[in-house]
Structure formats: C-alpha cells, structure tokens
C-alpha cells in the first residue's frame, strides 16, 4: 500500500473508531514517545523489593499503564542492546556485536517506518551507533537512521559538563545537568508538535556510571543500601561499592524527577491522550551480586531491563505481565501499536496483543540473549571470560560459553537470586538438555554462526560516504 494510500486508510479507520487524534489526514493517529534510561537495571524501581528508591513519577507512569516484569536486553552492552532495539535483530544479524560500531546503512532503524508514515521523527540525547567518536556528531543521511532531526551526540558520559550537538553540528555546552538539558529540548520539541503526529527518541545517561559524576549525592552518601542476597558478604564493607551503588540510585531520581516534568508536558500540550510512551533501558548493572560490576554478564542484574507502556484508552492502567520480552521484540510492538508496520527481516516478536491484555497471545515462550563477559571481578562467582549465549522461558535460563559447555542453568521461578547453579548436576541432565535444545533452535532459527566467528557491521559501512 502506498503511503498516501495507507495514512488515509488509516485516519478513517480512526476516526470510525473515535480515537483521539490529529485532524486531516493525522486523524487518530498516535504519537511516540520513547525514552531509555542506560544502565537502568529492572530491579532499581521504587516498587522494586530489593530498591530503596523513591521514583513517584515512573511509580505513577506504571500505574497509568502496563508494567512488564520480564524484559530482557537482546546483549546487555550499550551498543549491540540499543542496535537491537533500533531493528528489531539480533546482534549476529546486524553486526553490532561490540560497542564503538556503527549500525549499517543496510539495517531500516526503527524511526524509518514513522517517517515514512509522514511523523516527525527526532532523537535526543546519546545514540552510541555511530563508532568511536566522543562525544561525536550524528550527521544527516544514514548514519540517523530515519531520524530526520538529531539534538545528541554520539556517546560520553559527563552530567556535570554535558557535550552536545544542535541538528547542524553546533557544539554545545549546556551549563546544567545533562538529562535536564535533555528532558528541556524533548520539552520543546512536543510543545512545537501539538498538530502533526511525532516520534521522539529520548535518550537519557543516567545511571550509567558518570565520566564527571552528578553533585554528591545526600541520600544515599554513606549509607548501607539493601543489599541483594547474591551480594557476597565480603562486598558489605567496600566503601567502594557503597560510594558506586549511593551513585546510581541518586542518578535514578534524579532520572525520575525529569520523568515527572516531561509527562507534565505531555499533559500540559494536551497530548497525553494521543501519545503512546515507552520508558526501558538498554540493559541492568550488576552492582556487586556475584561479585561482578556493571553489565555484559548472562545473570538477571545485568540482562533483565525495565519495560513500562502507557496508551491511555488501549493499554489497561495498572496491569503487569510476566510475558517474555526480548529488546528485539519493541520494534516490532510498537510499530504496531502505532499503525504500522514492521521490516519482514525482523527478527522480534510483534508483542502488540500482550500488551493490549492477552498475555497467551506471546508467539513463543522463550527470549535469546547473547553477549561477552567483562573482565572486572573483585570477588564472588565469575563465570569466566569470553563469548556467551543464553535462553531465558517461563521459569529456566541456561548459559553456554564459547566452548559450547553448559556453564549456567537455574530456576529462576524457586531462585530468583540465581545462587544455585543446577549445571553439571545429574538430577537436573533432562532440565539441562531440554533448555540446551531450546537453545540451539534460537541459534538455528536466526542462523547465529556461534560459536563460530560472528561478521562485525564494520565491513558493511566501510564503503559508504
């Protein structure tokens, strides 16, 4: 169908229907306003019982939509997460395996589909699919995506001294907090949408550990937080690790007060009602359970992400979901929730019905995950180094390592906590094979070459201008 052809079908059907929308043409079309924290892990939420976080607004935001309990990163490291999440593919598939690689000019991001459906599409904040530059600027062409307008950079970490471009490729300098510099220009831009349907990509830094950290934090400076029982004992008295977790939780609330202004906004413009908002991260942090730091590790702390969806009059206000979701399967949900549709080369789920309320409608019960362990690990169980590829279902997950040896397997409906490591035991060996042949359908299915080498994107833009 062509677009003009579509976007008149389209505006019909909603008017018929008698959702809020645009006038003309926009008819009962819906807004997207999609924003990621990085590093945000799915426990580190004020309901969360293992959180001593206050966040009223996300906490608020949650009760007005849908919470998903069991989201999960496609590969918990920046880049190969947010390339996921972007098309709808696996790492292997689009060849962001690592961080510092560009997306290639072949792969249809995400924005391409609104923007071919006549939406403004604008990113804000930090991309980290554009190489190795820092802070970097994200040119016009390709390079964006489908974003036809880019106030970001492409990656960096500095709160308290942001670096930032304009559209053009001024640099700039804000004198305040980098999210509420961002949270301002994601202000700006719906306030200056309120007659023609938009997709804004909001990209915050926080909590991702800061390059130059926030102002000391006052809550949590000094304090004994709560710690998880997968935290070692010998952790409880590194002033390090409290300095790093007081860190993080400050940033999430000051993350949730920038919630709190920009869903006033989106109130105060009067498009609430019209706007279809997704709130996740790229990927969790460690944060000491097992004795590791930050991401990249196949445990829940680093792989599970938060996944909060509001569309007042179509998703239920307050209900959760245990349904599995992959960071692969959001371009292709809410393409959909939107009208649209998604790429045939995609390899996510369209999750559309669940999150309309049919938990059983999931076309399959498991999620994929694969990545490279980090090499940090002061204390505490490691794994080990190198390549991995994990299956997660309703209540198992198995790791195997780059020597295909089974090195994790775990029930996470009795272990939440991931302290009993059922690989290797003769009880579980049907357990164990089962999840490995789940396993290996993923790897046959999306033709993942592991544990064989995996072709980087780097070839594929090498050529390009």
């Known amino acids: 169908m062509k677009r003009r052809t579509f976007l008149k079908a389209t505006g019909a059907m909603a008017l018929a229907a008698g959702l809020p929308g645009y006038a003309g043409v926009h008819a009962g079309r819906w807004n997207l306003l999609f924003i990621m924290a990085d590093q945000w892990r799915g426990a580190a939420l004020g309901h969360g019982p293992d959180s ?25 490291v920046c880049s190969p997460s947010r390339a996921s999440i972007m098309t709808g593919r696996l790492a292997h598939e689009h060849g962001v395996i690592d961080n510092q690689l560009t997306l290639p000019p072949s792969e249809r991001g995400l924005a391409r589909s609104f923007a071919e459906a006549s939406y403004d599409t604008h990113y804000i904040g930090k991309w980290h699919l554009d190489g190795v530059a820092t802070p970097g ?9 489908g974003f036809e307008t880019f106030e970001g950079f492409n990656r960096g970490h500095r709160y308290n001294r942001p670096r930032t471009f304009s559209n053009e490729g ?34 915050w830094g926080p909590p991702h550990p800061a390059l130059f950290g926030p102002p000391p934090n006052t809550r949590f400076a000094r304090k004994n937080p709560p710690w998880r029982p997968n935290v070692p004992a010998a952790y409880h008295t590194s002033e390090n690790l409290r300095s790093a977790i007081g860190d993080y939780y400050d940033l999430c609330e000051r993350v949730d007060a920038e919630m709190g202004r920009l869903l006033s906004a989106l109130e105060g413009a009067g498009l609430a009602d019209r706007t279809l908002v997704v709130f996740t991260s790229d ?26 969806l509001r569309m007042p009059g179509r998703i239920q206000a307050g209900r959760e979901s245990e349904a599995l979701v992959s960071g692969i ?16 080369n995609c390899t996510g789920r369209d999750l559309s019905a669940v999150v309309l309320g049919n ?77 490995r042949e789940q396993l290996d359908a993923w790897k ?3 033709k993942d070459p592991f544990p064989g080498p995996v072709p980087s994107a780097k070839a594929a833009y090498d050529n390009q201008t």
């Open 52 to 76: 001593p976080l206050s966040t009223p607004n996300i906490d608020a935001f949650t009760q007005q939509g849908l919470r998903c309990n069991r989201a999960y990163a496609a590969n918990p």
């Open 170 to 203: 001024e640099l700039l300098l804000p004198n305040t907090f980098e999210a509420t510099y961002q949270t301002d220009r994601a202000i700006h831009f719906i306030e200056n949408h309120r007659e023609s349907p938009f997709f804004c990509f909001l990209s």
């Open 329 to 344: 399967d959001l371009m292709p949900t809410v393409t959909s929730l939107c009208g649209l549709e998604s790429p045939a």
């Open 359 to 435: 938990d059983d409608a999931a076309p399959a019960s498991s999620v994929y995950s694969q990545g490279r362990m980090g090499s940090g690990r002061p204390v505490g169980r490691y794994l080990g180094k190198g390549a991995w590829r994990a299956i997660v279902n309703d209540r198992h997950k198995l790791v195997i390592d780059e020597t295909e040896k089974v090195i994790l397997a775990v029930d996470l409906a009795s272990d939440p906590y991931e302290l009993e490591n059922l690989a290797g035991s003769a009880e579980h060996a049907a357990l164990t094979k089962d999840l």
């Open 283 to 308: 990927h969790g942090d460690m944060l000491g359970s097992h004795g590791l730091l930050h991401k990249e590790h196949p445990y829940e702390e680093s792989l599970r992400t938060p996944l909060i």
């Open 137 to 145: 600027f994200v040119p016009p062409g390709w390079r964006r995506h």
């Open 444 to 446: 046959s299915r999306t």
